[in-house]
């Protein structure tokens, strides 16, 4: 038998404008959901899970990871609540599972997730993209948000490039740079004036890449045993971009920083969700080797793909354009599933805003055409390759 990837997608709940039934008619059978309503640090009830999972049943598919059980704050910095807050997550590990979950994702970035400066970001074709721009990004942070220090971290010639580059926008163009920067920052519906934000980055003075690795290594060593016990596969998502900003460190965005993590922490539970949009926008990220190497602890993929350029910008590429060599990514999961003897779920990561979705509001990067393009492309490769393994080797259908 060919173990083939379990195709899911992303949906934000019963709010968002994509339907379970959009996700079903791109072919998914396996949904990713959360439960976003509940704040972070709280218990996910027996109660709560059960009623997403029957609104996904219902549509036909399954609730096949979790994306995501989120860190608190207080769980990274070690502070606060930090006791409280390991115990609840421990129990909405235990709630999970006996709902039936296998897969739980989280991340370990301090105050802010995913980064971008554009979030509708114009393509040739008229398609919209995710895009990160560093001299926007540069200026975002240095005359926008006026993050004390901020010039430490960037060359002379950045600086005097950002200036310009900041000059140069209009009025409308600075609260876009703003608003799409901060859309990472949980509650994003609140606005966050540059001094609240400054005293969010503050809670990490004194937290520095080996005390935020220390901590997480902890969490793990008291989550892990549980997800263990109960069936479960943790899956961190890298950082992305995977390199620190804002004066906050990153942790999870290399090939060592993963090492790292299964030898601190060894147990198949203790796992990824590999990302290869995040790893694949740092050039020293060589993706094939990595999945050669953690294979057996890759629990959940999100498969996108990113374009960069020598200024350290990238933008999100068709999913078999771009920098990663889709087709070897694939090749590998399909050996590794082989192996396991199993099929890993996954999901187009984000997709272009096209057709149609133009004139739709979706959450950025999660409208439903470009996904489903990249899912029926994904998935076309993957076909591609089993079936010339088959008649190579003329093994039955
Ligand atoms: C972005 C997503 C991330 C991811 C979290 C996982 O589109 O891939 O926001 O869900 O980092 O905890």
């Not at 980064?115 to 040739?124: G, S, V």
């Amino acid at each position: 038998m060919n173990w083939l990837m379990h195709q899911t997608m992303r949906w934000f709940g019963p709010h968002d404008t994509v339907k379970l039934s959009d996700i079903r008619q791109a072919g998914c059978s396996g949904v990713v959901t959360a439960l976003h309503h509940i704040p972070v640090g709280e218990v996910w009830t027996p109660d709560e899970i059960a009623k997403r999972k029957k609104l996904i049943e219902e549509a036909g598919m399954s609730w096949t990871v979790i994306e995501s059980l989120p860190v608190s704050e207080d769980i990274k910095t070690k502070s606060g609540d930090y006791f409280r807050h390991i115990g609840n997550y421990k129990e909405s590990l235990r709630n999970v599972a006996a709902a039936g979950l296998k897969v739980v994702t989280y991340n370990f970035m301090p105050v802010l997730d995913w980064l971008r400066t554009d979030t509708a970001y114009e393509l040739p074709s008229g398609a919209k993209a995710l895009y990160f721009n560093r001299l926007e990004f540069i200026a975002f942070d240095l005359f926008l948000l006026q993050r004390p220090g901020a010039e430490k971290d960037y060359s002379k010639k950045e600086i005097t490039a950002a200036k310009k580059v900041f000059a140069d926008m209009d009025e409308a163009k600075r609260a876009a740079l703003y608003r799409n920067l901060l859309m990472g920052l949980p509650g994003s519906d609140e606005s966050f004036t540059p001094g609240k934000v400054i005293s969010l980055l503050n809670t990490y003075k004194g937290i520095d890449a080996n005390t935020l690795k220390k901590n997480l290594i902890e969490f793990l060593r008291a989550v892990v045993p549980v997800a263990e016990a109960c069936g479960l596969s943790m899956a961190i998502h890298p950082d992305d971009p995977p390199y620190p900003l804002l004066g906050l460190p990153r942790v999870m965005s290399t090939e060592a920083d993963a090492a790292e993590l299964i030898d601190a922490v060894p147990s198949k539970a203790n796992g990824f969700c590999f990302c290869t949009g995040s790893f694949g926008a740092r050039a020293d990220n060589n993706l094939v080797q990595m999945l050669r190497r953690f294979g057996d602890h890759v629990h959940f993929l999100h498969l996108r793909n990113t374009k960069r350029d020598a200024a350290g910008n990238f933008f999100e590429a068709d999913h078999l354009g771009g920098d990663t060599d889709m087709y070897a990514i694939i090749k590998e999961v399909l050996q590794i599933q082989q192996r396991r003897q199993l099929s890993i779920p996954m999901r187009p990561d984000h997709g272009h805003q096209m057709l149609d979705d133009l004139q739709k509001n979706a959450y950025p990067g999660y409208s439903a055409i470009g996904r489903l393009k990249g899912l029926a492309e994904l998935r076309g490769v993957e076909y591609g390759i089993v079936q010339s393994i088959k008649s190579l080797y003329h093994i039955g259908t």
